[in-house]
């Protein structure tokens, strides 16, 4: 069977976290072999199993998953990651808006997916905002290393903010601006809204545009509808805006010219400096009204003490969740995500087999994390990054493989965000070869 993986890159990490002298590269070259497509093989075909039923976080697939992963790095001499245990506890929260939800602005009512669609990430029942007065504020940003603050001077209290997405630099392609064509963190929704509650505001929209998105209205709509889930939290997050959500570029337009002003005019100023203007006497109302489950999922984490420097680790990451089963699909239901990502998760457990192969263990902890709940938001990471079980101070990488290569050889990588990670000349050197 032929290998149709990027061998050449985790052949070099394997070397790179190799540092003991007494490990030759006859020994390296027997861990690189360990790696191959049929034992990968093997662990997908039991991963994406129906039994494990598409591996939804807290599901019966989630325990059949973290037992599997449990008994593998158990076989490989592998100790648990997190104190006695192989799992840190994630505790999850889902909420799911009633979709009989209407945003209505100036005197108009808009539909819900169709026009627009709304959420709140507070944990709670029912949220709502009544006639707040709308603010257009640019980019929604306040960046004092960039010298950019779009709130200056404002007080958004109670009062709902409508902003672009993506930033400045992107909008304009000046290099000098922001970071250019690449997008910052002030660029992403997640920033918006959370900037828009630090300033106080009761609700948040943002303007759909496919370009500056980078996907179209249909995965704002999909993503946004059905059950939302996020951590559980002692505030409930009632320091999040009551009401956040997204409209159409259609019915942005359409607020503009309600409130006198000419949509793109208003985007080439607030690309040009910090921004922000009323929209006339507009205001927006809008119910949202959440069904609320809480639940407990977990990021899997095993280590190979090092022989040098057991405190320095290098982890490798993969999700091993998917969308689980939907019961209300015909045919069939079950979500099984082999490619996404039993794959990856196959793939930490060949690449520790790696490890667990040479004769000794390398200088520093080689760490597996496999984490919970990637597909709704990037959960487990995030919980794991808000409390890593090795400190950051003490982690010197993080190689994380979502979705294998499944196509065969390639002649290409590319790299998203290059300049983000000390590790990019490490990945030259590797796809060179
Ligand atoms: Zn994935």
Redesign the pocket.
């Known amino acids: 069977m032929k290998r149709y993986f990027p061998m050449t890159v985790l052949a070099s990490a394997i070397l790179a976290g190799c540092a003991s002298t007494s490990i030759t590269s006859s020994d390296v070259e027997k861990a690189y072999q360990s790696i191959n497509s049929e034992q990968l093989a093997e662990h997908i075909k039991v991963l994406a199993s129906d039994e494990f039923g598409g591996r939804a976080p807290s599901s019966k697939g989630e325990e059949l998953t973290l037992a599997y992963l449990t008994d593998q790095f158990k076989a490989l001499g592998f100790e648990p990651g997190n104190g006695d245990s192989f799992l840190q506890e994630v505790p999850l929260v889902s909420l799911e808006a009633d979709s009989d939800m209407v945003l209505t602005i100036g005197g108009k009512d808009y539909q819900y997916k169709k026009d627009m669609v709304m959420g709140s990430s507070r944990i709670s029942a029912k949220q709502s905002i009544k006639d707040s007065e709308l603010v257009f504020v640019g980019y929604g940003v306040n960046a004092p290393e960039y010298n950019w603050n779009d709130y200056e001077g404002l007080d958004v209290k109670g009062k709902t903010v409508v902003m672009l997405v993506n930033d400045p630099g992107f909008a304009t392609k000046n290099p000098d601006l922001f970071t250019g064509d690449a997008m910052t963190y002030y660029g992403r929704w997640t920033y918006k809204y959370e900037e828009a509650s630090r300033q106080g505001a009761a609700g948040a929209i943002i303007i759909h545009e496919t370009a500056p998105a980078s996907y179209p209205w249909s995965v704002v709509e999909n993503s946004w509808s059905g059950e939302q889930f996020g951590f559980q939290k002692e505030n409930n997050n009632m320091d999040r805006v009551a009401v956040e959500g997204w409209v159409t570029t259609d019915v942005a337009k359409e607020l503009f010219t309600k409130a006198g002003l000419d949509f793109d005019t208003m985007k080439a100023n607030a690309a040009k400096g910090a921004y922000h203007v009323d929209m006339g006497d507009l205001t927006a109302s809008v119910e949202v009204n959440n069904t609320i489950k809480k639940s407990i999922s977990y990021n899997f984490i095993a280590t190979l003490p090092g022989s040098e420097k057991p405190d320095e680790h290098i982890i490798y990451s993969a999700?091993w969740d998917h969308l689980g089963t939907d019961k209300t699909r015909k045919g069939d239901q079950i979500y099984n995500g082999a490619h996404?990502?039993a794959t990856?998760t196959a793939g930490l457990i060949e690449v520790a087999e790696a490890f667990a192969t040479l004769p000794e263990h390398p200088s520093r902890s080689m760490t597996f994390l496999a984490v919970t709940a990637?597909?709704q938001g990037l959960l487990g990471s995030k919980y794991y990054a808000a409390n890593p079980v090795i400190p950051a101070s003490q982690t010197v990488a993080n190689i994380n493989m979502?979705?294998l290569n499944l196509l065969g050889k390639v002649k290409d990588i590319s790299v998203v965000g290059i300049g983000k990670s000390e590790m990019d000349n490490l990945l030259e050197t590797a796809a060179k070869a």
């Open positions: 999700h996404d990502n990856g990637e597909e979502d979705s």
